[in-house]
């Protein structure tokens, strides 16, 4: 029989480190540190998505002239946030341009887009448009990777989580790695597409 | 130290095992330690891959902050010997942990020092890696691994004692094969020291060894038979030689016991001879002394032995020794002794006499034995003894004197007419005395002048004319007188000197003739005597032919009077020596014709021309039957033969008128002349030529 133990923090030191990540580390946010703050890690996680996440030849992604382009949508602190951490950063070996989006025309250059604060309607909307380019579709809210959004991240008895629309990942020429799925839950896209 | 004293069997067993063991003990570590030292490696290189493979899985929960993805990755380890893995954070905190529960809970150790020991760490529990997380040179954390031990070193454990087992089997096997295999090499070597033992047991050196195949083995079967050839050949070569020597032994000993023999016996009669007679008188005469006893010396000669030998051969005389010692024998008692002391003369030991009449039986016993001829080889021969003997102790007491005395009683014996015995008388050495002062006088008489020449007329029967003289030798010996030849010439003969005095007589004879021939007595004859040793000399008619050239007188003058017993001796040789004379013109007689055994066909061959009857049968040709009858024949013979006949010692008018009457062509004896000196014959010659013999004859 296997016992499995699990070292976590304590949950009233959460308030405190939260106050010293604040205090100490915004400023100086990197992508390959440890994240404690639940925004600052989804935004360090964005990074460590791509790590485990190929872009199809010919994509934007693919030309080492143009930056990885982050696109946020809604959610200016968030945005904000990201653009923060990734002044200093690179993804993919590229330096980063963040921009916040609230067109929904305006997202073919997108290489990844996270979605905060997106309403359902919207959203499908917003799938329709994007579907079939090369974009990872990144959220935090529930239900949003049975609608398309390829990785949604939740959290689960105090633990942040992920889990990956394994069919939209396919459809949209993305390729994630296997080990990336090792640790999400596997969600297939609800309905028709 | 004590020497182990192992059959060979044995021994090859032991060094197989030992060697198989060491081997097998060798390659059991060996095997033991590459076993476990690949398994280590295999378990480390196991544990690093399953740590490198759990590191890459561990990348993506710990970026994303899952420590139970993390605990189920370790979970799910192939490691069976895990005892414990653990994830650390970037800041070597404890992430997440996982540990079997039936391994023993140990203490996580400090992992930086596992990392700067290069990320293994072994001891002889387990095994600890520490294996980086990492993504694109970013640290993530630490994956720490502790892999116990026990197991691996359980199996390695299990695997020797299997190896162990199988060694011992193969050991087991070592020894069956060893003993298998040491008997293909000790059994042959056992039987080759079986045969060694056998053989030096029984000393058969024909026994060989059997082998098969050609290796080490057979080879020393081989080198051992070759070894046994050598000894058994060496053997054999020595019985050759022990078989050589045992013969040249034998043969030695026979050649000693014959050596002894012929020191003691007399190889032709087998009778002792002079040396052990001499050894046999004084055992005898020890005896007598000690038993107050007589003994008795008895010396014989058999009777004209010498003339028997020399006209019959010494095979004859040979065997008439022979019979002579049977006869002799068979007269004497089987304790006498008799002995050959040499030539015809014998010796007999008498013992234990007690009257001297015992000595006269067996002398007279001796007589009569010779009365009887001896018949063998076609011839009959008869033959006398002259015995003399003296007694112990009055006629002497030693070895010497007895034979001495023995000797000169048979002397006297000979002197009285032979064929008789005598005693020994104390004046009877006398005359040995005189034998041996004749030889001694001898050898100066020749060149003292005291050996002369006298010549007897021979006178021709018709004319009654001196037609040759004999010449005749005398001793005029200084103190003894006129010594007789028949006493001296056998002297002169048994000492060799009958040669130089038969050379002076012949050249003295031809002086005399020489001057008798200048003083015109030219038809003159003279007759020399030859003797036996000068006709064996084989230059004799060069000898003779040369005195006469000298004095320059025809050889046919002289007449040279032989023997019948030089003749019979050998009788071609003898016709050749005559044949030479012959061939030189000399005239040749025989002497005392008649005495000898003459063969009328010899006489045939001889080459002679003249006879000369012998004194003996002129003496009763007119009173004996016999003699007559003899001389008749002699006479006839001679004409038949167209011999010349001449007779000796006609001393009456009786003889000479038989003589003439019946034809004898030549006379000469006392009747005419005695033999002169050399004046005196001149004187005759002068006087009486030619017809004064006949007066004279008258006269007598």
């Known amino acids: 029989m296997v016992s499995a133990c699990i070292y976590s923090r304590r949950v009233w030191r959460w308030p405190l480190l939260l106050l010293l990540c604040f205090t100490l580390f915004s400023p100086s946010l990197n992508a390959s540190e440890a994240p404690t703050d639940p925004v600052i890690m989804r935004a360090v996680w964005l990074e460590r998505f791509t790590r485990y996440i190929d872009w199809p030849g010919g994509s934007r992604v693919a030309d080492a002239n143009t930056p990885f382009t982050l696109c946020v949508w809604g959610d200016d602190n968030f945005a904000k946030t990201v653009h923060d951490l990734y002044q200093q950063q690179t993804i993919k070996d590229k330096t980063v341009l963040v921009s916040q989006r609230t067109d929904i025309a305006q997202l073919q250059d997108c290489d990844l887009l996270y979605l905060s604060s997106v309403k359902t309607a919207d959203l499908r909307a917003l799938l329709d448009k994007v579907r079939g380019q090369p974009t990872l579709l990144v959220s935090a809210q529930a239900g949003n990777a049975e609608l398309g959004v390829h990785i949604n991240m939740y959290e689960e008895q105090g633990y942040q989580r992920f889990e990956i629309n394994i069919d939209d990942v396919k459809s949209s020429g993305l390729v994630i790695r296997s080990r990336l799925l090792q640790v999400a839950r596997i969600i297939h896209h609800a309905g028709p597409s | ?700």
């Not at chain 2, 009669?269 to 020890?286: G, S, W």
Request: hydrophobic residues 45%; proline residues 3%; glycine residues 4%.
């Open chain 2, 1 to 700: 130290m004590k020497q182990l004293h192992w059959p060979i069997g044995a021994k090859l067993t032991a060094i197989i095992l030992s060697v198989s063991g060491v081997a097998l003990l060798a390659g059991l570590t060996v095997f033991t330690l590459i076993q476990m030292r690949e398994a280590r490696v295999a378990l480390e290189n196991s544990a690093m891959a399953q740590a490198r493979l759990m590191a890459l899985y561990a990348e993506v929960p710990l970026q994303f902050n899952d420590p139970k993805a993390i605990v189920d990755i370790l979970s799910r380890t192939e490691l069976p010997s895990l005892k414990q893995a653990t994830v650390f954070d970037r800041d070597n905190k404890v992430y997440a942990s996982y540990q079997r529960i039936e391994q023993k809970l140990t203490a996580i150790p400090d992992i930086r020092t596992i990392v700067a020991a290069g990320g293994m760490v072994v001891d002889s529990k387990s095994l600890q890696i520490v294996q980086a997380i990492e993504h694109e040179h970013e640290h993530f954390g630490y994956l720490y691994l502790n892999v116990s031990l026990d197991q691996l070193q359980r199996e390695v454990s299990q695997r020797f004692w299997l190896m162990s087992g199988v060694a011992a089997a193969l050991l087991f096997l070592s020894w069956i094969l060893g003993q298998l295999l040491q008997k293909t090499i000790s059994r042959p070597i056992l039987r080759l020291t079986a045969l060694a033992r056998r053989i030096g047991e029984t000393q058969d050196y024909s026994a060989r060894a059997s082998f098969k195949g050609d290796d080490e083995i057979a080879s020393l079967s081989r080198s051992f038979n070759l070894m046994l050839d050598a000894i058994h050949e060496r053997e054999l070569a020595r019985d050759h030689a022990e078989d050589a020597l045992r013969e040249s032994k034998k043969n030695l000993e026979s050649a000693v016991q014959e050596l002894q023999y012929l020191a003691n016996y007399d190889s032709l009669t087998e009778l002792p001879n002079r040396a052990l007679c001499m050894d046999r008188i004084a055992n005898a005469v020890f005896r007598a002394a000690r038993e107050q006893r007589k003994a008795a010396v008895v010396f014989l000669d058999l009777d004209h032995f010498k003339e028997i030998n020399d006209s019959l051969g010494h095979a004859v005389g040979d065997e008439l020794l022979k019979a002579a010692s049977r006869r002799l024998q068979s007269c004497i008692r089987r304790g006498d002794t008799l002995a050959r002391l040499g030539g015809d003369e014998f010796l007999i030991v008498l013992e234990d006499l007690n009257e001297e009449l015992n000595v006269v039986s067996v002398m007279q016993k001796i007589i009569d034995a010779f009365a009887h001829p001896f018949h063998f080889g076609g011839y009959t021969v008869t033959t006398t003894v002259s015995i003399g003997t003296c007694t112990y102790p009055q006629d002497g007491t030693d070895v010497q004197t007895l034979m001495r005395n023995a000797d000169a009683a048979m002397y006297k014996a000979k002197e009285l007419g032979r064929n008789t015995y005598q005693y020994y008388q104390p004046e009877m050495n006398a005359l040995s005395l005189r034998r041996l002062s004749l030889v001694n006088d001898l050898r100066d008489a020749q060149h003292n002048g005291q050996l002369l020449l006298h010549f007897q007329p021979q006178i021709d029967s018709d004319s009654c004319r001196i037609i040759g003289v004999e010449a005749l030798i005398r001793w005029q010996h200084p103190t003894l007188g006129p010594i007789s030849p028949v006493e001296f010439i056998p002297v002169a003969e048994t000492s060799g000197m009958i040669v130089n005095i038969g050379l002076w007589v012949i050249n003295s004879a031809a002086v005399q003739l020489a001057q008798w021939r200048k003083q015109g007595y030219d038809k003159l004859r003279m007759a020399i005597n030859l003797s036996a040793v000068q006709f064996r000399q084989h230059d004799l008619p060069e000898q003779i032919s040369s005195v006469m050239q000298r004095f320059h007188i025809p050889h046919e003058c002289i007449e040279l009077e032989i023997t019948e017993s030089m003749l019979m001796r050998d009788v071609e040789g003898a016709i050749v020596m005559m044949k030479r004379l012959k061939s030189m013109g000399f005239r040749l007689a025989i002497d005392d014709f008649g005495t000898g055994y003459s063969s009328l066909n010899y006489l045939r061959k001889f080459p002679l021309d003249a006879l000369k009857v012998d004194r003996s049968f002129v003496d009763e040709v007119t009173t004996d039957a016999e003699d007559t009858a003899i001389t008749l024949a002699i006479l006839s013979m001679a004409k038949n033969l167209r011999l010349t006949v001449i007779a000796e010692g006609v001393e009456t008018r009786e003889q000479f008128h038989f003589l003439v009457e019946n034809g004898c062509d030549e006379v000469q004896g006392y009747l005419f002349s005695p033999p002169l000196p050399a004046e005196q014959l001149t004187q005759l010659l002068l006087t009486e030529l030619p017809l004064k013999f006949s007066s004279t004859l008258v006269a007598n």
